[in-house]
């Protein structure tokens, strides 16, 4: 019966520690992105890009492409169209 | 050698290590918690005051908790769950004393720290020649324990942590004699030793638990044994009964605090800890995080001797094991033959699981491992363990023996030096296996102590009004009302959006934020140069910076 228990609390414990380093490591690792893509000190980094980005659109003669302009242009006029239909 | 001469010895150790102290108590820095504590005791004192109806002692205690009041600070009768083996009787001193300059207030705390360590030196002594019967190892083992650096440094500013090993010493050496002679006494003094132990840390529970377990090991083996009930059910007894008396936020709604006490747990210290470069969450670090600091922060020679002691219980335990069917029951045990080799298992069993638990279990660590710095009794136990294995061995090669013992005397001179670097800053200490950049990685002053050292260095503040703020997380000015009458009337702290106007910054370089995403909360200002910093074996302590525009 002893060596049973032994045995028992020896597999178990051994079977809780490969299974941490593995599927608990990985859950770890997902969890510390997870917490860091939601920090708020995250949330400010890209609205500080964007702001970032932003200014350099407005530095620039030609943030945009004549095609894309045209497109854009396009499609802006389509919704308006549409909007006031 | 005589008698007379092996006590000389033990003596003159002990009278090393105490001088020591007295000789240094003065010049550590002050730890962020230090004021809480102090009005724990009040608040505690006045209780027990009011309870036993000392009104001139109420009076005092009272008046006493109201100069201690801050706004950042916990409110001491919510958080008032702490144990209050040491605070009480440190603010009662202080009323003896009648301290009323707030730096001796605190230095005299600093000085009962000391003398609580101390005493649990002398019971580390105790309990080592109690299982090595060998005067000289157990110095040893006394002289390793004192001469670990964040021990050190923490046994003089660390109240919590450096209380509870001394409880846990003196527990454990009451287990040990309990198991020599398992009799009412003994386990009394178990009881009552491991009660003050739980009421400081939590972790004291190890204790009753791991007593249980010992319990049922020798039930497993050995049938008869299940007699010895009366006396486990007697210790279990007296100990929450201990533990009750020295609560006393138990003796009323007592479910209700203990259900409380285990809430509040989680909402203590940092969210973040800044860890091998990078930030961790505190209740989500990574498995190999207790190993690495045991590994960087344990001197190279306790670190070495250790892992051969490992190796040894290892041994032990697997020959143990493969020879559990051929034991006869009526003779030993499965893990133990005799009553030293279970002094060594238990030692070593708790150590493991502890380890273990704490590595894999996500318990909630801040502030590098200082939550579970006990932790270090269990390795001095098993390097002491080393020693007396190798000793063993060699004592009969002269030759070996006189390399050997060169080699460690030689170490602990080492050790000596680097603790003499370090001063008196041992609680950040790092051992020489580590590269100037991997010292960069990990939080260095997480208890502010260089706060004090930073607000004394700050250039002509006797002569003019200097205003000050902190760039880093730290409530800088907690420290104000130590430094002298002059100086404290010329500081100003700014705050906030403030931070800009101030003369001086202060940085501990430590962060409630993670500062690699965005930094700007803690980004330093255009118009400020870094002006000083203190480096201490190319760890940077604080840095302080000066306004140039």
Known sequence: MRIFIYKSVFVAVLFFIVFSITFGQVKKEINKKVSELTSGEYVEKIKDEIREGMRNAIEKDDYINDNDAELIRKFLLKIESEINR | MTMFKRNSCVYLVFLGILITGLLVYPDYGFNIDEKFHRANGFYWLKFLANFFKIDSLYELSHLKLLSTSSYSQFPIDIHNKYGIIFDVPAALLEILLKLEEPIKQYQIRHLMLFIYFFVGLIFFYKLLLNRFTNIYISLLGVIFFFLIPRIFGDSFQNYKDTVFITFLIISIYYYFISQDNFNYKN??????????????????????????????????????????????????????????????????????????????????????????????????????????????????????????????????????????????????????????????????????????????????????????????????????????????????????????????????????????????????????????????????????????????????????????????????????????????????????????????????????????????????PENFIKFKELIVDDIIIYEMYKRIK
């Open chain 2, 187 to 524: 386990i009394a003094l178990f009881a009552l030793f491991s009660s003050l132990a739980t009421s400081t840390r939590i972790f004291g529970i190890l204790l009753p638990l791991s007593f249980i377990l010992f319990y049922f090991l020798e039930i497993l083996c050995n049938k008869k044994d299940i007699k010895k009930y009366k006396k486990v059910i007697f210790y279990l007894i007296l100990y929450f009964l201990f533990l009750y008396i020295q609560m006393p936020v138990l003796w009323e709604n007592t479910i209700q605090k203990i259900n409380e006490f285990f809430t509040e747990l989680s909402t203590y210290g940092s969210e973040l800890v800044y860890f091998n470069g990078d930030f961790y969450s505190t209740t989500d670090l990574p498995y190999s995080y207790l190993f690495i600091w045991i590994v960087i922060t344990t001197p190279v020679l306790q670190l070495a001797l250790f892992f051969i002691g490992l190796g040894i219980n290892f041994k032990n335990l697997y020959i143990n094991l493969i020879k559990i069917d051929k034991t006869k029951k009526s003779v030993s045990y499965d893990f133990w033959n005799n009553l030293l080799e279970k002094k060594d298992f238990y030692i070593f069993i708790n150590f493991i699981i502890i380890f273990l638990a704490i590595s894999f279990l996500d318990f909630k660590l801040y502030n590098s491992w200082r939550l579970v710095y006990f932790l270090n009794f269990f390795i001095i136990y098993i390097a002491v363990l080393a020693i007396n294995e190798i000793y063993k061995k060699i004592k009969n090669n002269f030759k070996i023996f006189n390399f050997l013992g060169i080699v460690l005397i030689l170490l602990i001179f080492f050790n000596i030096y680097r603790l003499n670097l370090y001063h008196p800053y041992q609680s950040f200490y790092f051992n020489e296996l580590l590269t100037k950049n991997f010292k960069q990685k990990f939080e260095i002053d997480y208890t502010g102590l260089s706060g004090i050292e930073f607000l004394r260095n700050i250039p002509n503040l006797e002569e003019k009004k200097i205003k000050v703020a902190a760039i880093s997380w730290y409530p800088i000015w907690r420290m104000v009302e130590l430094l002298d009458e002059r100086k404290k009337n010329n500081i100003q702290i700014l705050f906030s959006e403030k931070i800009k106007e101030a003369d001086y910054l202060y940085s501990n370089r430590i962060y409630n934020n993670n500062i690699k995403i965005n930094d700007k909360r803690y980004r330093i």
